[in-house]
């Protein structure tokens, strides 16, 4: 009985996912140019709470959150194209090995002169949060659209 499960599993390919659009790069690629004009008014206002290195430390912080974001999503897209289990795998695996990078990061340049702790620890939290708050808005999670919900020109072939 479990071999015939299995061989009928294989034959569906029930533990293959269709590598259909890479959302995973769209969503992030998304996430960054959102971030773009947001940039100049985080790390001015760290610089005017925090000062110079407050500034510095904000930007790093932007520059840390972008990198974690293009690497889920080359993990996810990596994992995808071979199974859905390893996609499973690499979502949770994948978070905590970004975690521990992040913290092993923050480890390594906590001591150095320019940074600013709190500066940088508050722009992680907040970029972090607001990018996935803000990309919501804008994420399909239908079949029809799977990434980004097209605008309502795109959906009329590019009439208005």
Do not use: Y
């Not at 479990?2 to 009928?8: F, P, S």
């Not at 521990?100 to 923050?106: G, K």
């Not at 508050?122 to 994420?139: D, N, P």
């Amino acid at each position: 009985m479990t071999a015939d499960v299995g061989r009928r599993a294989a034959k569906d390919n029930l533990f293959t996912a269709d590598p259909g659009p890479a959302v995973e790069a769209q969503i992030t690629a998304d996430m960054a140019r959102r971030m773009v004009p947001v940039l100049p008014v985080l790390v001015l206002a760290a610089g005017l709470i925090w000062g110079a290195d407050g500034a510095v430390s904000a930007a790093f912080a932007v520059a840390l959150v972008l990198g974690n974001l293009a690497l889920s999503a080359a993990l996810l897209g990596w994992a995808a194209r071979i199974s859905l289990p390893l996609l499973m795998a690499a979502a949770l695996g994948g978070f905590a090995m970004r975690l521990f990078l992040i913290t092993a990061i923050f480890l390594l340049v906590k001591d150095q002169p320019w940074v600013d702790v709190p500066a940088l620890g508050f722009s992680l939290i907040i970029t972090h949060l607001g990018l996935l708050i803000w990309e919501t808005r804008h994420v399909s999670a239908s079949l029809a659209f799977p990434g980004l919900k097209p605008t309502p020109s795109k959906l009329a072939g590019g009439r208005r």
